[in-house]
């Protein structure tokens, strides 16, 4: 959820210790939030852990958000699933300067954690850091810089760490969670609303909605952990650090994805029924076609080739079917195929009502998307005509 692209060599904290004094009774360890940014990277906020040392220079923040654009097969390996994410520590300063400068608010939330479960973290902490352990396998629902910290906490308690529960009733699916988060970058939304697949649709536990790091900051306000039989805050009040009003984020244009392609939605029913001019027709199916298949394809390795379990059961492979590169083909080679165009568009049709009885999100901004191949398979299906 945050994009650094150096990392500073850790200190490790494990190894201050002074002769015949512990260090850990003058320790304070914190939950750090910051609010969205806006950059693609940055819109669901960042989590991290701030140790501070008092009475010496030790303040330092642990990140399990670093990444790096430069990766080689970047996008690719974010779409395979197969994109590491690292941990680094650098100065508390250096780490909250960034955030001022970019005019993001920040928490601060002190944890309640005993001197063993100071050092039992700090150890977990060192752990992590070694070479071998520093990377790890980046999930965005389940396994990121906000659920590293509150995995890692849990880890380190001596007893139970109690999460809060919710009724069902009111649970949110993982879609809709982070749908506030995506709206500041419609285009950004439709993406994640085309890719992402019935898993996605799944109700998060509060347990779950800590992915995000608001709920994270949230939820902990309501854990315990058991300290001699005794629960306890796990956390103090979220304490604001740095205050930026949301109203100074840029405001998001939601309506334009859709707009846009119900104009281009009416062109098309235009290009059909109305003008009716083959030539433009074909040179219009050559670009829809095409653009459809790759979708189509794109669809199906998200659906069968990724490692992230919140792409697969897509229905959306229905209204923009595999089919329809075929189709391209086809088309690109003059051949007439009737029953195939009657296949595809009666597949494509069946799209909407299946994901509504299913339960998968739709975005506005797909209906007309996947009207308009429909309405381009149904004017090649032939109807009356013998196959």
């Known amino acids: 959820m945050k994009k650094i692209i150096f990392v500073v060599a850790a200190l490790l904290l494990l190894q201050f210790r002074p002769a015949g004094a512990t260090v850990y ?7 750090i939030t910051c609010a969205p940014g806006t950059e693609s990277y940055s ?8 140790v501070a040392v008092r009475g010496t220079t030790i303040d330092r923040v642990y990140n399990w958000g670093i990444f790096d654009f430069s990766t080689p097969n970047f996008v690719y390996r974010f779409a395979k699933g197969r994109l590491d994410y690292m941990l680094g520590a650098y100065g508390y300063e250096d780490f ?6 970019e005019g993001r608010s920040v928490w601060s939330q002190k944890l309640n ?14 752990e992590n850091l070694k070479p071998e352990n520093v990377k790890y396998r980046y999930d965005f629902f389940f396994d990121n ?9 849990a880890a380190a308690a001596t007893d139970t760490v109690i999460f809060p529960g919710k009724e069902r009733k009111r649970q949110q699916s993982f879609r809709r969670l982070v749908d506030p988060k995506q709206k500041v970058l419609p285009w950004l939304d439709l993406g994640a609303d085309m890719l992402l697949g019935l898993q996605a649709d799944r109700k998060a536990t509060p347990y779950d909605e800590m992915f995000l790091p608001d709920h994270l900051m949230n939820n902990m306000l309501s854990t315990v ?11 103090g009040p979220a304490e604001v650090v740095a205050d930026f009003s949301e109203s100074d984020r840029p405001t998001a244009k939601a ?3 859709q707009t846009v392609f119900w104009l281009l939605l009416l062109i098309v029913l235009l290009l059909t029924f109305v003008l009716r001019r083959p030539k433009l027709e074909k040179a219009a199916d050559f670009v829809i076609y095409f653009i459809y298949a790759v979708i189509a394809l794109l669809l199906v390795f998200t659906n069968l080739l990724s490692e992230h379990d919140a792409l697969h059961f897509n229905l959306l492979f229905l209204g923009i079917n595999i089919l329809i590169p075929v189709l391209f083909v086809y088309l690109f080679t003059g051949r007439k195929a009737l029953l195939l165009n009657r296949i595809a568009f009666f597949i494509s049709l069946s799209w909407l009502p299946v994901s509504l009885i299913a339960g998968q999100g739709i975005n506005p901004a797909l ?3 996947v009207l308009i191949i429909t309405v381009r398979l149904f004017s090649h299906c032939g109807f009356g005509k013998k196959l």
Do not use: Q
Request: hydrophobic share 45%.
């Open 25 to 31: 009774d003058s320790t304070d360890v914190y939950i």
């Open 43 to 50: 819109i669901y906020g960042h989590t991290a852990l701030r």
């Open 96 to 101: 909250l300067v960034e955030y001022v400068s």
């Open 113 to 126: 954690l005993t001197e063993a479960e100071k050092e039992r973290l700090f150890a977990l902490i060192n």
């Open 145 to 153: 810089c906000a659920t590293r910290v509150r995995d890692i906490l």
């Open 225 to 235: 952990i058991v300290h001699d039989g005794v629960e306890e805050a796990l956390t």
């Open 255 to 257: 309506w334009v994805p």
């Open 367 to 369: 209906i007309p998307i």
